[in-house]
């Protein structure tokens, strides 16, 4: 087991100190991942999955799910409402402290996300999330950025929910520690070289356990051989400026009612700046 696991004191899911912060950024830079133990309490994460499980029965993920079938698991966007706009998920004080080292203080709130992988599901093909690039095209010819992008820091990083304990038969996520390094080389890797270069990992552990990946650390979902559907969260976060083209073409990508964002504490309201109803409407409401 190379990925660093963090255990939170009571102290630390307070305020994390800044040794416990310094380990979490150790880890990114090294693996672009890294795992914690007890981010969220139990109780708040039993509400979630609750919350999950009844839309996923009543069908209304599935209809709204995003134009993406992968591999026997479907994603669909979650409203930021019941347990979900609790500000002890969305800011829970370490992932809020966490996320500034990583992002900086004006990072935001990108994307909440279900993938739920029912039986049958097969391996994922390998993939990073989404590079920067910054290649121009000259008289019709490519020109590859060829400066030393992949020591840039992250703009884009995934908290991974479980709302089940993960074992390697209900498709656990595999990550290949350390290869966040190579996504940005002006000629990026393919599958071999990576898995050639990093030893894979499959993310498993009892329910409770979370964990982060940096957006350009190579990474896939295994088959689910169980008979359980197997739903986890991908709580995305950015740079504030940066814009993640897998929710390009989706209303919302970021799904917050003007309602509920009212209810959120101004202390945290920027976090959501990326949801229409955050948006100061000029010409025609929609
Ligand atoms: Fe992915």
Known sequence: ??????????????????????????????????????LFPLP???RLRAEIARRHSSGELRARGLVR???GRYAAVVPFEG??????????????????????EDYRISSLET???????YRQH?????????????????VRFKGRLPELPPYAVTL??????????????????????????????????????????????????SFFFDYRTFHG??????????????????RSWFRDPNTADVFPRLAISERSLARVPARHRELFLLAPAARRALWEKR
Request: proline share 9%; net charge positive; charged share 20%.
């Open 1 to 38: 087991m190379s990925i660093a696991t963090i255990a939170f004191s009571r102290k630390d899911a307070k305020q994390p100190s800044s040794r416990t912060l310094k380990k979490v950024l150790a880890a990114m830079d090294r693996d672009g991942a890294v795992a914690f133990a007890n």
């Open 44 to 46: 708040l994460l039993r």
């Open 69 to 71: 079938d992968i591999a």
């Open 83 to 104: 347990p979900f706009l609790e500000p002890a998920f969305y800011a829970n004080p370490a992932l809020r402290a966490m996320l500034a080292a990583l992002l900086g």
């Open 115 to 121: 993938v739920i992988a029912m039986p049958g599901a």
């Open 126 to 142: 390998q993939h990073i999330d989404a590079p920067i690039r910054f290649d121009r095209s000259v008289a019709g010819r490519k």
């Open 160 to 209: 991974c929910v479980p709302l089940c304990g993960m074992t390697e038969e209900n498709g656990p996520t595999a990550i290949w520690p350390g290869s966040h390094r190579l996504a940005l080389r002006a000629r990026p890797p393919g599958e071999r070289e990576i898995a050639r270069k990093f030893p894979v990992e499959r993310m498993t552990g009892a329910f409770g356990r």
């Open 221 to 238: 979902g295994m088959p689910n051989l169980t008979a359980e559907p197997r739903p986890v969260l991908m709580f995305v976060f950015t």
